[in-house]
């Protein structure tokens, strides 16, 4: 499981220099950001008389209308967890068994309902404060699916069929609950996240230590939420304008007959519905309204099924926004054992 964070005076002595991120990387973002203004910029200036270009504009601009809100919100959400409430609280609200925190924040979306679009800050605040890595991951991947919003779009989706309600909400949660488990076993918290995540912790610390003697007032607070919650959602958002523009890409260079050549093969249907869920990036509480639209496509449920429980846990947008949260290594080991756990769920499914 997640071993304990080094206490700070090792973090002064540099024991903990392999937890820096390499200086590359910084460059690597940078040039990637770049890249996407120039892309851009040739887009707008050689293409925008073409009907593909109006068409990748529009989907751009859905696709950022659409997540800027949640993701306003999960800002806010994770700059009032890091005023707030304290480290201490919360290991406080933590089962003493660490294992059970996994079980705990797989779940935690039924009291905090917050979509894909809104939590990955969120978890950024949650991992500042000491929340253990495998519970972390659980509320990340689980928390998107399994919350009382989601669960009514599903519903109004199929028309009040329950029965897909229950299936999507069970398998969110047990496929969080596995993929926390094993990432708790596989990384460390200093192999995982960046850095400056879990560094800065304990200047935060520090710096609360040194003004106890004055406690600020709640406007003092109120303030410093915003101003945090400020800072997580423009270092985040780019990353949510970079996978949207990706995304609108695909969804305007892919021809959708593609999808539908494989309806009659259920295997390969998972497969290309999976695919398609993270190529579109749609928020969870409106997935489910693309997904009940294939039932007329004859797309085999399990298919339907693969796309409402990926979409949430892993779309190109999240990928781009986990990199301000952890490290490539473990972005990678996510990645493959979220794709990997969902398929091989769907085709027990439709076997079963």
Not at 86 to 96: A, D, F, K
Not at 249 to 278: C, E, G, K
Request: glycine share 8%.
């Amino acid at each position: 499981m997640d071993k304990a964070l080094k206490p700070p005076s090792e973090v002064a002595s540099g024991n903990l220099h392999q937890g820096h991120d390499h200086p590359g990387r910084g460059r690597i973002g940078l040039f990637a950001q770049l890249m996407f203004v120039l892309i851009a910029l040739g887009l707008l200036v050689f293409f925008r008389d073409r009907a593909q270009f109006h068409t990748l504009g529009i989907v751009f601009v859905s696709i950022v209308l659409e997540a800027l809100p949640f993701m306003l919100l999960g800002s806010l959400f994770g700059g009032l967890i890091e005023v707030f409430i304290s480290r201490e609280t919360i290991t406080r609200w933590l089962p003493e068994r660490r294992w059970w925190t996994i079980f705990v924040g797989a779940g935690i979306g039924i009291l905090f309902p917050v979509c894909e679009c809104a939590i990955v800050p969120v978890v950024k605040r949650l991992l500042h404060k000491g929340v253990p890595l495998s519970a972390a991951i659980a509320f990340l991947l689980g928390g998107p699916i399994v919350n009382p919003l989601v669960a009514a779009s599903t519903a109004v989706a199929y028309f009040a069929d329950w029965s897909i309600v229950v299936h999507r909400m069970i398998l969110g949660y047990l496929i969080a609950v596995v993929i926390g488990l094993l990432m708790g076993l596989i990384f460390t918290r200093t192999k995982a996240v960046r850095a400056e995540v879990y560094i800065n912790q304990f200047e935060g610390n520090a710096a609360s230590t040194a003004n106890h003697a004055r406690s600020p007032s709640a406007g003092e607070k109120a303030v410093l939420a915003v101003s945090h919650a400020a800072g997580d959602f423009f270092d985040i958002g780019r990353f949510l304008v970079i996978g949207a523009f990706i995304a609108a890409l695909l969804q305007t260079l892919v021809p959708r007959q593609l999808f539908a050549a494989a309806v009659s093969t259920p295997a390969l249907s998972i497969l290309l519905m999976m695919f398609m869920a993270v190529a579109l990036n749609l928020c969870s509480e409106a997935d489910a309204f693309v997904a009940a639209s294939f039932r007329s496509s004859l797309v085999p449920y399990s298919a339907q099924l693969a796309f409402m429980v990926l979409g949430p846990m892993l779309d190109l947008k999240l990928i781009l926004m986990y990199l301000k949260v952890f490290r490539l290594r473990a972005i990678a080991a996510l990645t493959v054992f979220t794709f990997t756990a969902v398929y091989f769920s769907m085709v027990l499914v439709q076997g079963w």
